[in-house]
């Protein structure tokens, strides 16, 4: 264990190790592969698919709903990448396979550093969020997708606990500012 690190810091490291440990195993391997879905790119990728249908097909709403839902993403994109850039965490995986475990100011670029914050799960529930202001029935089937992808990521090792709290929270705030400035100018879900 990391001598520096604080009682919290000390049970997310060993949650977060006990939640990884069977990484290896393939349906694990098969059930992570899911977590690949709430990464920026396929969000964006669906949000416009549906945006160019809902236009193509004159659905107002539907439209509206699109546009919230990039909106969203990319706020939960940019505030991940602000908060990778800012700090550095080793990953997991990297603590178990090589039993190295870094922390500290200041962002590395490189993948095994950038395990704060999950920007899959930041993405997944601002878009689950963003959705549910125009589709409200649509709310346990967002929260459904985002604790999916949550421990997909957990279980893959690729993020510990307190790094998908953070990008729960990142999302969410994303989420709510887009929000509120596309209410501003007039687009509004429910």
């Not at 990464?39 to 249908?53: G, R, S």
């Not at 509206?64 to 800012?86: E, F, H, Q, Y």
């Not at 997708?145 to 729960?168: Q, S, Y």
Request: aromatic share 4%; proline share 4%.
């Amino acid at each position: 264990m990391d001598t520096d690190a604080n009682d919290l810091e000390q049970s997310d490291i060993e949650l977060g190790e006990k939640l990884a440990s069977r990484r290896h195993d393939p349906a694990v391997r098969k059930a992570s592969k899911v977590g690949k879905l709430g990464d920026q790119e396929p969000l964006y990728a669906a949000a416009a698919a549906t945006l160019v249908y809902a236009v193509a097909t004159c659905r107002a709403r539907l439209a509206c709903a699109s546009v919230a839902v990039l909106a969203a993403v990319a706020g939960a994109d940019v505030g991940k990448t602000i908060a990778k850039r800012s700090v550095h965490r080793t990953r997991p995986h990297v603590k178990l396979d090589d039993d190295r475990y870094e922390r500290g100011l200041g962002g590395t670029g490189e993948q095994p550093e950038q395990s704060f914050p999950s920007g899959h799960v930041a993405c997944t529930v601002a878009a689950a969020r963003a959705l549910s202001r125009h589709y409200p029935a649509s709310s346990p089937w967002g929260a459904l997708a985002t604790i999916t992808i949550a421990i997909a990521r957990l279980a893959k090792g690729a993020h510990w606990p307190l790094d998908v709290a953070g990008g729960l929270m990142i999302g969410l705030f994303a989420e709510a500012l887009t929000s509120a400035a596309l209410r501003s100018i007039g687009l509004r879900g429910r």
